[in-house]
């Protein structure tokens, strides 16, 4: 029998929507996390914030949907003082399932010691704050990228860090010494600093690299080394936000500009010849993109809080195919679920992380019953909790889940939804 505390807790308890009528909060309400909304939710800190990282695919086998799960990421920090950054390797272990059935699972002390998540870290003295790390893996190599505020691109060797993370108990993030490794190649050719990174994924170790110059580079292994193109490709009037290589075509790759377009680009071609298409995407900068795996479909987000979905087939229509207005913010960070083709996940600066899926049709019948309450169909979940999100990304194997990266550090979720 509920006591009369609980029956009133129970008629105070209301759900909150951001952007809407059910969204409207007082000094009086408590937001609490709707536990049995997640099938796993675990946060964690790494000392400095990170503006960028990547996930490392791992032996530990595909669609792993078992708990306790593992997650291997690195990442790159943005620090009080240039010489106090790092690259990060992290590995997140022992990740168990938080939430069963809408309550917390009972445990004692000892069961909560032991069924703990781990976080294991191994750092490398990287000169600069690292405004983009990409991950690559080459054939026995795990390279990664990293777009310095100083203006370099520096290319890194991380397979000893790994190999150490998962045999070595002392936890780096306490240690003070840190790697010093030197990087296996440095480019300094572009004019300023930048953000625009992506490894090709259909030719090992080509990389594209844009900066806040306009200007877009590539670059291709040789051997053990690489060379960057002298000629650069030129099209954008502004700065080169965000690069995607097409994942079956290798010599296809699409850019976003703060001058509000979406361009395609063939590297057969003449490099002053070499934009095919380009398109006004946004009322205003487009900060990020990301290339269907599946189908033919490219999604962008912009300063104007939009996302829209483009299809490849028509782009001579220069129209979206969809267009979801939510965000109230500029759109930080889009990707597309690695296989569900029709589910992407975006987050803003409202420090929102959205999941949505573009083949949802509108239920004439619930929004009826909920006239109050405006948003989009598509719209799947709203994840909150976070203090201005940077980036996110979905691991590929572990199916749903998605790890954040924001001002307060990471979270690494699975929500009922996907």
């Known amino acids: 029998m509920l006591s009369d505390n609980d029956e009133q807790d129970l008629r105070e308890t209301k759900v909150y929507i951001p952007n809407t009528n059910a969204g409207e909060i007082t000094d009086n309400n408590d937001l609490i996390m709707e536990e049995s909304s997640y099938h796993m939710y675990h946060a964690a800190q790494t000392g400095f914030p990170c503006l960028s990282f990547s996930v490392i695919p791992d032996i530990l086998g595909e669609n792993r949907i078992e708990f306790p799960m593992t997650a291997y990421l690195v990442a790159g920090t943005q620090a009080d003082q240039p010489n106090r950054n790092s690259i990060i390797v992290i590995k997140m272990s022992n990740l168990q399932k938080t939430f069963k059935d809408g309550n917390s699972f009972d445990s004692d002390e000892e069961d909560i010691v032991v069924n703990s998540p781990k976080l294991d870290v191994k750092p490398i003295r990287h000169t600069g704050a690292i405004n983009r790390i990409r991950h ?5 190599k795990h390279i990664i990228s990293t777009w310095s505020d100083t203006g370099c691109i520096h290319l890194w060797d991380i397979s000893k860090e790994l190999f150490m993370i998962d045999r070595n108990d002392v936890n780096d993030f306490e240690n003070p010494r840190q790697n010093r490794q030197s990087p296996l190649f440095t480019f300094s050719g572009h004019k300023a600093e930048g953000f625009a990174m992506d490894w090709s994924k259909t030719v090992n170790g080509r990389l594209l690299t844009g900066d806040q110059k306009k200007d877009i580079y590539l670059w291709n292994p040789i051997s053990e080394d690489w060379i960057v193109e002298q000629t650069s490709f030129k099209g954008h009037t502004e700065s080169v936000e965000d690069l995607q290589w097409s994942p079956n075509e290798d010599s296809v790759f699409a850019s976003c500009s703060v001058d509000r377009t979406i361009k395609f680009w063939d590297i057969r071609v003449a490099r002053h010849k070499a934009c095919m298409i380009s398109v006004i995407a ?17 999604l962008s ?9 483009w299809d490849l087939r028509r782009l001579q229509s220069k129209s979206p195919v969809a267009t979801f207005k939510y965000h109230r913010s500029p759109i930080t960070s889009v990707e597309w679920h690695p296989i569900d083709s029709s589910v992407f996940a975006a987050a803003g600066a409202d420090d929102q992380l959205t999941i949505w899926d573009v083949a949802l049709e509108k239920d004439i019948e619930a929004q009826e019953e909920h006239e ?13 909790g976070q203090k201005n999100i940077k980036e996110l990304h979905w691991h590929s194997q572990l199916p749903g889940v998605i790890i954040s990266t924001a001002q307060d550090g990471f979270n690494i979720f699975k929500t009922i939804s996907v």
């Open 301 to 309: 987000g912009g300063d104007d809080g939009i996302l829209k979905v």
């Open 372 to 384: 109050d309450i405006d948003i989009p169909a598509q719209l799947l979940f709203i994840h909150q």
């Open 136 to 140: 690559a893996l080459i054939p026995n």
């Open 282 to 298: 946004h009322e205003d900068d487009v900060n990020v993109i990301s290339w269907n795996s599946n189908d033919p479909f490219l």
